[in-house]
């Protein structure tokens, strides 16, 4: 029988492998901690199941013993603890947290070691993950508290569901969210009766992908319901080549998947009060930008200019977020009178080539490689405009951060960008709607006429100022996602047996 707190309406398990501020590779952190703390706010009861890395270890204070797994399957015992996300997260959300020293007590990311190379037993760690996270969902749950949804997050929970529908009992119903499609959790074929699924699993109508089996197929196949993070991705995943492999599953399953925009955590974004930065400012007094743009030039080394547009970005740097497209416009940025400001991690090729290309062009463009989280504040603030080439995006985050800090974006239409981004073009400049820029089709050409379509617009000092308040009185607050997401769960919801 499926229970929630006498405080709430409707019990929600949040099943994540990554939660900030306790351990964040990327925007799941993010959602995992912002979305639960909204959904308690519409008096559903979302609480936490995470891997107990030794950096949630460390940070989660008064950790407590709730429950003893010493049977599942072929994983090592672990010890279920309960805790709060600390003092300054966002809101106090229930943590539940497995120690498994065996699977989880390794310095590092999550998924892959020192060396960039997966973990070679991710299919158990991760397996654990879904499959505590299926029996507390279930009448097997040792505690008193169980949900009516088990709501998973990419392929490390993407067994669950798997777990749920060959459980023979009482069970929670499934949602599985999709937060980027191209990581599917593949392993061989005998990993399924390795982590304690029946055979039968191992199927075309299942878990079976190519040979093997993928984690994340498996949870889009059993889960009651499937939600991605914007409409328009939900589409573009019924289709080659963004499906990968997985569009006719997605296609399949059309009437069961909802595309619900992520939220942004509007506390931690928030130029009125951001302590990163060399002055606050609002829609309604825009004075302090010009600050932090002199800023940000300072402390990039770049000519202090306030009448060129600066162009910033932030990201991982990969063929995804399209940095090699980039590259191949920054000659003619080089030549224009602007400047980029670039921030990011990840492949070294393109990381290498960025950080010659600023040796090249001192004074007008600008490469960190590393995480800075207080340097990305700053460029949200001090850019004139901020550039997201992706070649797909399933929602992204810095196009909402960008438009809320009035430095409007400019970005691939695809995915949640073409959701949250409008076009500046004389109708939607005339009918308050332009909050930014679009260019289709991935090629140096489109990108390199938008960035132009940029530079006019910003020396219309009067359309640019309109433009940067459109996107600043946009609500991307994460109120509405979680209102989203609580219909579904309602839809969701099985009846509690009497």
């Known amino acids: 029988m499926a229970l929630a707190s006498s405080h709430f309406d409707l019990g929600v398990l949040f099943i994540t492998p990554e939660v900030y501020p306790l351990i964040k590779t990327g925007g799941l952190g993010d959602v995992s901690a912002a979305l639960p703390a909204a959904l308690r706010e519409l008096n559903v009861d979302a609480r936490l199941l995470i891997p ?26 672990s010890t279920l603890l309960s805790a709060t996300l600390p003092s300054g997260a966002s809101g106090d959300i229930p943590v539940f947290v ?25 299919a158990l760690r991760f397996g654990l993950l879904s499959k505590i996270g299926a029996v507390l969902a279930s009448d097997a749950s040792p505690l008193a508290w169980r949900p009516h949804i088990a709501h998973c997050n990419d392929w490390q929970s993407g067994l669950t569901p ?12 499934s949602l599985m969210t999709i937060h ?69 599953l997605l296609a399949e399953r059309r009437k069961h998947i909802s595309g619900i925009v992520n939220g942004i955590d509007t506390t931690e974004w928030d130029p009125a009060t951001d302590p990163d930065l060399a002055g606050n400012y609002t829609a309604g007094n825009l004075a302090a930008k010009a600050a932090n743009k002199q800023a940000l030039q300072q ?44 921030l990011g991690t990840g492949d070294a090729a393109l990381a290498q ?41 399933p929602c992204g985050l810095n196009q909402m951060y960008s438009q809320r800090y009035g430095t409007p974006p400019l970005v691939h239409a695809t995915g949640g960008l073409i959701d949250t981004v409008v076009d500046c073009t004389p109708a939607t400049l005339a009918d308050g709607t332009a909050s930014g820029f679009l260019f289709h089709d991935m090629t140096p050409e489109n990108f390199l006429s938008a960035i132009r379509r940029v530079t006019l617009a910003y020396h219309d000092k009067t359309a640019w100022r309109r433009l940067m308040k459109n996107g600043m009185a946009n609500d991307f607050s994460w109120r509405s996602s979680a209102t989203a997401y609580r219909n579904v769960y309602l839809s969701l919801r099985r009846p509690d047996p009497r």
Request: contains cysteine; aromatic residues 12%; glycine residues 8%.
């Open 180 to 248: 980027n499609l191209a990581f599917q959790g593949v392993f061989p074929s005998d990993t399924v009766t390795q982590l304690g699924l029946p055979a039968a699993c191992l199927d075309e109508n299942g878990a079976e992908y190519y040979g093997g089996m993928s984690f994340l197929k498996a949870g889009l196949y059993y889960s009651d319901h499937i939600a991605t993070v914007s409409p328009t991705y939900a589409r573009e995943i019924q289709m080659a080549p963004l499906g990968f492999g997985m569009q006719g």
């Open 353 to 393: 080539e960025l950080a010659t290309l600023a040796q090249n062009n001192p004074g007008k463009i600008a490469v960190r490689i590393g995480f800075d989280e207080k340097l990305s504040h700053l460029i949200e603030a001090g850019a004139d405009s901020f550039l997201m080439p992706s070649r797909f995006e």
């Open 52 to 77: 107990g890395y030794p950096q949630v270890l460390r940070e989660l204070e008064y950790k407590h013993t709730v429950a003893e797994f010493t049977a599942l399957a072929q994983f090592p015992s």
């Open 98 to 122: 497995i120690d498994c020293p065996a699977l989880y007590q390794r310095e590092g990311s999550p998924y892959v070691d020192a060396a960039g190379h997966n973990w070679p037993d991710n």
């Open 299 to 342: 402390v990039l080394e770049l000519a202090v200019d306030p009448d060129i547009p600066l162009f910033g970005a932030v990201s991982r740097l990969t063929y995804q977020k399209g940095y090699d497209l980039l590259l191949q416009v920054a000659p003619q940025l080089s030549e224009m009178p602007a400047q980029l400001a670039v």
């Open 162 to 173: 798997a777990y749920l529908h060959f459980h023979r009992g009482d069970r929670a119903a």
